[in-house]
DNA sequence: TAGGCCATCTGGTCCT
DNA sequence: AGGACCAGATGGCCTA
């Protein structure tokens, strides 16, 4: 991930030197859209140069502001994906699994994390024989709301099953590897 | 070397 | 108009 660093590096640096040098620039990724690329003389042969000066200031203008917006919607996306990445480390800190000195992929956290959630639910069902203890706001009802959602999705005879399905899942992932 | 995983960029779409 | 979200493309790193 060094290496993957260096490049973020480089590419944030090539992106503020564009937004630092008032100069517009000579950027690495080029093209922003397709549409800045072609600056057609389309004009008439009539237009006179002040009107093409115009025009030329008024587009250089746009481009500058185009490229200025992808830049800034670029660190929104960058940021917004590192929530993202945050998110999916806390979740994998709460998820118990073997091998834990390997981190698990996204797509393992979140299949280990379904499992791992349908595991919880049935064992407490399991314990409160489909029978909990009223919820704050007097709910005393959801813990057959619980019983009757997991049943529906589960079946009944299949809290073994999951424990099994998870158990086998934590000691699959990575055991190859 | 191929395949898996990831970070980043980009353009499109939807929402405020 | 601008931001958030999403999915596809691309390229780099790592491992079997």
């Known amino acids: 991930m060094k290496a993957k660093a260096k490049t973020r590096k480089q590419r944030l640096q090539a992106d503020t030197a564009d937004a630092s040098q008032g100069e517009p620039p000579v950027r690495p ?3 922003v859209n397709g549409s800045d690329c072609q600056e057609k003389p389309r004009g008439s ?3 006179s140069s002040s009107m093409a000066t115009k025009r030329k200031k ?3 203008k746009v481009r500058e502001h185009t490229t200025t917006r992808r830049i800034e919607s670029n660190e929104r996306e960058r940021q917004r994906m590192h929530k993202l990445n945050n998110a999916f480390q806390a979740l994998r800190e709460v998820i118990p699994h073997v091998r834990a000195e390997k981190k698990l992929s996204k797509i393992e956290t979140l299949t280990l994390a379904k499992n791992y959630i349908n595991t919880l639910t049935a064992t407490v069902l399991n314990m409160s024989n489909g029978i909990l203890p009223a ?8 813990g ?4 009757q959602h997991y049943q529906k999705h589960n ?3 299949e ?7 998870y158990s086998t899942q934590i000691h699959s992932f990575r055991q190859g590897s």
Request: proline share 3%; glycine share 12%; charged share 30%.
């Open 159 to 165: 809290s073994e099953e999951q424990l099994q399905k």
């Open 58 to 60: 008024h587009s250089t």
């Open 45 to 47: 042969l009539k237009e």
């Open 155 to 157: 079946g009944d005879d």
């Open 29 to 31: 990724q080029e093209p």
């Open 135 to 142: 919820v704050e706001g007097g709910a005393s009802a959801s």
């Open 144 to 147: 057959g709301k619980l019983f």
